[in-house]
């Protein structure tokens, strides 16, 4: 029987429910689960900035994961270049990707190596940009949160 390897990439900055919720989803759809954590570069790349926490305890968090087999550091921007080198046979992402210009790009690029794309659904509530902005509100002040006395 072939071992089937999953591959969740994602910046797993400030760790949340729904970084979670994705590598538990994913390793119910294969035997082996690689997260690859996008480095602080590629963040900066792609984002427009870095991460709050830095790409060596970013990795030491999600390589505590129980459902996390291997971690590795996704160091180039595109994914297809990560499976030459870390190769999988499905990759899982947010289903913020379904449908756009970069999830389109996504699937023909890893339909052609014969690579599945499973989308998992998004946190809404809970997500980094929202934690960011929660703590850039309560840093400059302006946050509608009571304060602890």
């Known amino acids: 029987m072939r071992r089937i390897v999953g591959y969740a990439p994602g910046a797993y900055d400030m760790f949340h429910i729904g970084h979670l919720n994705i590598l538990r989803q994913a ?4 035997d082996y689960l690689i997260a690859g954590v996008v480095s602080d570069e590629m963040c900066e790349l ?3 900035r870095r991460p709050v926490i830095p790409l060596a305890e970013r990795m030491e968090i999600v390589s505590h994961i129980s459902y996390v087999d291997e971690v590795v550091a996704e160091v180039v921007p595109e994914k297809l270049e990560t499976w030459k080198v870390v190769p999988f046979d499905v990759l899982f992402k947010g289903d913020d990707w379904r449908g756009t210009e970069k999830g389109i790009k ?18 809404v509530h809970t997500s980094s940009t929202l934690l960011r902005r929660a703590l850039d509100e309560i840093v400059s002040g302006t946050s509608r949160m009571p304060a602890n006395d």
Do not use: N
Request: proline share 4%; aromatic share 20%.
């Open 46 to 48: 792609t984002k427009g």
């Open 106 to 123: 996504l699937e023909r690029d890893f339909a052609a190596v014969g690579v599945d794309i499973v989308y998992f659904p998004y946190t």
């Open 27 to 30: 390793k119910r759809y294969c």
